[in-house]
T-cell receptor, first 114, second 115 residues
Framework: AQSVTQLDSHVSVSEGTPVLLRCNYS??????LFWYVQHPNKGLQLLLK??????LVKGINGFEAEFKKSETSFHLTKPSAHMSDAAEYFC????????????FGAGTRLFVKA | DGGITQSPKYLFRKEGQNVTLSCEQN?????MYWYRQDPGQGLRLIYY???????QKGDIAEGYSVSREKKESFPLTVTSAQKNPTAFYLC??????????????FGDGTRLSIL
């Protein structure tokens, strides 16, 4: 059965320091994995996606994520946080096995301190 | 520019009233989706449509209805049967999932509140 666990509901970093947002998943098949970002009162914007190609995926705004099958993880990282990165981040697992199924994590709110 | 337009941005519903949320896309996407977002929770799928004149229930379809008469449009009706409709509603679209699982493009949402 599919599931997504975002291990932290809130993460706080200082501007210029690294960001790590953690995501574990379970899936019965080979899933596609995504990270989305949501700013207040806005829709979600795609940051990056993994679809069984390279395990290190680079996304927009300097974010990247590494797919680790042995650990069933897909953590999101950024070397240096910017104030504009403050938002909510969602890890998403999708698979199509004759029927569409997508599960969203509960979200991690990122705070960036000046 | 291509994108998804949701209207209105804010909507108020009286008890016993049906309301319809609009979602229009000009991305030429076959698949469209409706999600509900509550504080502290991820998005939950209400309905989705892979093609015109066809749609399927998601995880929380009770109290909602949809139609897909045009490729560009996927309106959601929140009926009086939905007892807790206060939420942020998001519409999304994608290339048809049958061609591989695709990322979704989202509108900016409609916030529905009960008077």
């Amino acid at each position: 059965a599919q599931s997504v666990t975002q291990l932290d509901s809130h993460v706080s970093v200082s501007e210029g320091t690294p960001v790590l947002l953690r995501c574990n998943y379970s899936s019965s098949y080979s899933p596609s994995l995504f990270w989305y970002v949501q700013h207040p009162n806005k829709g979600l914007q795609l940051l990056l996606k993994y679809t069984s190609a390279a395990t290190l995926v680079k996304g927009i705004n300097g974010f990247e994520a590494e797919f680790k099958k042995s650990e069933t993880s897909f953590h999101l990282t950024k070397p240096s946080a910017h104030m504009s990165d403050a938002a909510e981040y969602f890890c998403v697992v999708s698979e199509y096995t004759g029927g569409f199924k997508t599960i969203f994590g509960a979200g991690t709110r990122l705070f960036v301190k000046a | 520019d291509g994108g998804i337009t949701q209207s209105p941005k804010y909507l108020f519903r009286k008890e016993g009233q049906n309301v319809t949320l609009s979602c229009e896309q000009n991305l030429n996407h076959d698949a469209m989706y409706w999600y509900r977002q509550d504080p502290g929770q991820g998005l939950r799928l209400i309905y989705y449509s892979q093609i015109v004149n066809d749609f399927q229930k998601g995880d929380i379809a009770e109290g909602y209805s949809v139609s897909r008469e045009k490729k560009e449009s996927f309106p959601l009706t929140v009926t009086s049967a939905q007892k807790n409709p206060t939420a942020f509603y998001l519409c999304a679209s994608s290339i048809a999932s049958g061609q591989g699982v695709q990322p979704q493009h989202f509108g900016d949402g409609t916030r529905l509140s009960i008077l």
